[in-house]
Nanobody, 122 residues
Framework: QVQLVESGGGLVQPGGSLRLSCAAS????????IGWFRQAPGKEREGVSC??????RYADSVKGRFTISRDDAKNTVYLQMNNLKPEDTAVYYC?????????????????WGQGTQVTVSS
C-alpha cells in the first residue's frame, strides 16, 4: 500500500538550514505529484511546495529559500530549507496524488505521511 515517511525535522536557529526527506513506498514517483505541507499550532495546514516529473511549485512565503527535489532511484523527495525563520516553525507533512499537474492545494492529495516537526528558534 502507499506509504510516505518524513524525516529530517529538528530544532534549528534562525538563518539555519534543514533538509526534509519523504520516502515513498507502494508506488513509484513517475506518475505522481508529491507535495510538502506544513501546519503551525492553531493554524490551517498550508501548501509549501510540490513536484512532479514535469513541474515544481512553491508558496510565495518560501520562494528563494526552499528547494524541492526528487531522487527517483531512491523513490524519495526532498525539501531543502535555507534561511529558516521562526515563522517556518510547524509540523511538515508530505503528501502524494496521482497525476503530474497537482498544485499545493491540500484537497488535491490522497495520501499523507505522519509529519515531522521543524522548530526555528534561538
Amino acid at each position: 500500500q502507499v506509504q510516505l515517511v518524513e524525516s529530517g525535522g529538528g530544532l534549528v536557529q534562525p538563518g539555519g538550514s534543514l533538509r526534509l526527506s519523504c520516502a515513498a513506498s507502494g508506488f513509484t514517483l513517475d506518475y505522481y505529484s508529491i507535495g510538502w505541507f506544513r501546519q503551525a499550532p492553531g493554524k490551517e495546514r498550508e501548501g509549501v511546495s510540490c513536484i512532479s516529473s514535469i513541474s515544481t511549485r512553491y508558496a510565495d512565503s518560501v520562494k528563494g529559500r526552499f528547494t524541492i527535489s526528487r531522487d527517483d532511484a531512491k523513490n524519495t523527495v526532498y525539501l531543502q530549507m535555507n534561511n529558516l525563520k521562526p515563522e517556518d516553525t510547524a509540523v511538515y507533512y508530505c503528501a502524494a496524488t496521482q497525476g503530474l499537474f497537482a498544485t499545493i492545494r491540500r484537497d488535491e492529495y490522497d495520501y499523507w505521511g505522519q509529519g515531522t516537526q521543524v522548530t526555528v528558534s534561538s
